[in-house]
């Protein structure tokens, strides 16, 4: 490809740049307090005017919202909180109206216990028996008594991966929810009303699927015990449900039986996923997806008891991930790029500084940063804005399953509430899920109502009313790491060269496409760093974007710079 130039049409995703909306969170049209796809058609101006090109939007199908949409009780229908059927035709005409394209959420690992195919399935005599795991008691065991389940496995969710019947005497796995019951990919007849499924979706003019949990619908038969998680008397082990015997064959068939033919945007996310597993997956000639999703660099700030077990990011080992991966889909597969999502919490109060100081410069860098790799970066509504997490305080606070599920599980081991709220705090999900900060009004224009989870308080400071008005706002940053994207081969395609492995407060990497080299510093700390030996010669560089405008030889707290070399 020469300088400039785009990749081939097939692979438009390459130059591409997503906007995720969680619709829950976004916009209300009707004043319930819940955003709806009608609030988000009332916002469409912003995604053009930022620049992004698609839209990858969670879960708006019928739901009976256990785990905000991603419990699917119908594939093929709205939820009515969010709209209906004709208002997603709208979306979509409107998205491409304005040249953006749609993605939707793809959730077939589980459905909800209210999808008629499980409410069939709890039937034995049921022809859809066999669409779900149902499993006996462990031998010598009476159902229902503790340890009676057929695995040890944990849900992702704690607790038992599985949920006694009554009924039938049998259990049924759910690797979240309780709510949430996995389908058997085993089965044939399951694998053909997904594919029956997706095509109807793409007819209907979508341009991709993001594919939750994708790399767990391959389960090893028979079902066997994992390692035991110290403490627990389950298997928290996630390799135990990942990257399972028949999973490429079954994103195979899928290829074949629903992607082919069709230039859709394709991303899975990978539980556990290791970058060589990703390659397998992305390949171009003998792959299946565009992209995945991996949690490597989103585990790094935490401990041995997981995601709660909060701890300080060493910047040496989040450059090192981002090498690892960059270096391993640098000739084959392709990276996706992101920081935030909406079961992670705000960046720039997870690897930044939201300090009033610093909370602007901070998020600019941390942008510059991820949109200056090689991949898909991924943008999470309000992280153009430099949103930061809630300050929760009390258990009653939150919302989200997951949250609620491991205080209640960590306070019933012994471990002191002050400190299991201050985890959770730092690292629930609603920390990305409180209301979009559209401007400095009472709910912060989300909605006329009461939101369903409070706006944060800083949005008389934090809002796009603000941010479009101010040049030097995180929003119009990354309006400019966007258009570098769409302008330069060297930020698509280049390779990426880590500087500076070691050093614990800069992240400087350079990018090269034939004799073009961006070099790009960035000071990850809040205080000042004078630029060290080692890096190379500056004489000539321009600067093509940066925090501050007039350079020097210290960087200022949180400055980056984006340099062409002469
Ligand atoms: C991953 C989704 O991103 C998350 O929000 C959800 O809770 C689980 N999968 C279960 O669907």
Known sequence: ???????????????????????????????????????????????????????????????????????????????????????????????????????????????????????????????KRNWYWWRAPRDGR??????????????????????????????????????????????????????????????????????????????????????????????????????????????GEMKREVLDGHDLLTVGECVAIDVAHARTYTDGDSGFLSMVFHFEHMSLDSGPGGKFDVRPLQLPDLKENIRVWQDGLATSGWNSLYWNNHDQPRIVSRFGDDSPDHRVTSAKTLGTVLHLLRGTPYIYQGEELGMTNQSFVDRSQFRDIESLGWYDVAVGAGLPPAVALANVASRSRDNARTPMQWDASPNAGFSTGDPWLPVNANHDVVNAAAAWADADSVLHHYRALISLRHDLAVVREGRFDLLLPHDEHLFCFTRTWGDEVLLVLANWSSGEIPLPDGLPNLTGASLLLGTHVDGGAVLRPWESRILRLG
Request: charged share 25%; no cysteine; hydrophobic share 35%.
């Open 142 to 251: 009476t159902g229902g008594e503790p340890g009676a389940e057929p695995t040890n496995w944990g849900s992702f969710f704690t607790g038992p991966g599985w949920e006694y019947d009554e009924r039938s005497g049998e259990y049924f796995l759910h690797l979240f929810s309780r709510r949430q019951p996995d389908l058997n990919w085993e089965n044939p007849e399951v694998r053909a009303a997904v594919w029956d499924m997706m095509r109807w979706w793409v007819d209907r003019g979508i341009d991709g699927f993001r594919m939750d949990v994708i790399n767990l619908i391959s389960k090893t038969v028979p079902l066997a015990d994992g390692p035991e998680t110290p403490g627990t008397g389950l298997s928290y082990d996630p390799t135990v449900v990942t990257d399972g015997p028949r999973l490429v064959e079954f994103l």
């Open 1 to 127: 490809m020469t300088k400039g130039s785009a990749p081939p049409d097939s692979d438009w995703w390459k130059s591409a740049v997503v906007y995720q909306i969680y619709p829950r969170s976004f916009a209300d049209s009707d004043g319930d307090g819940i955003g709806d796809l009608r609030g988000i058609i009332d916002h469409l101006d912003h995604l053009r005017d930022l620049g992004v090109d698609v839209v990858w939007l969670s879960p708006v199908y019928r739901s009976p919202m256990d785990d905000n949409g991603y419990d699917i009780s119908d594939y093929r229908d709205i939820d009515p909180l969010f709209g209906t059927l004709a208002d997603l035709d709208e979306l979509i005409a409107g998205l491409h109206e304005r040249g953006i394209k749609l993605v939707m959420d793809l959730v077939v690992n589980h459905t909800s216990d209210e999808h008629p195919w499980f409410l069939d399935s709890r039937d034995p005599s049921s022809d």
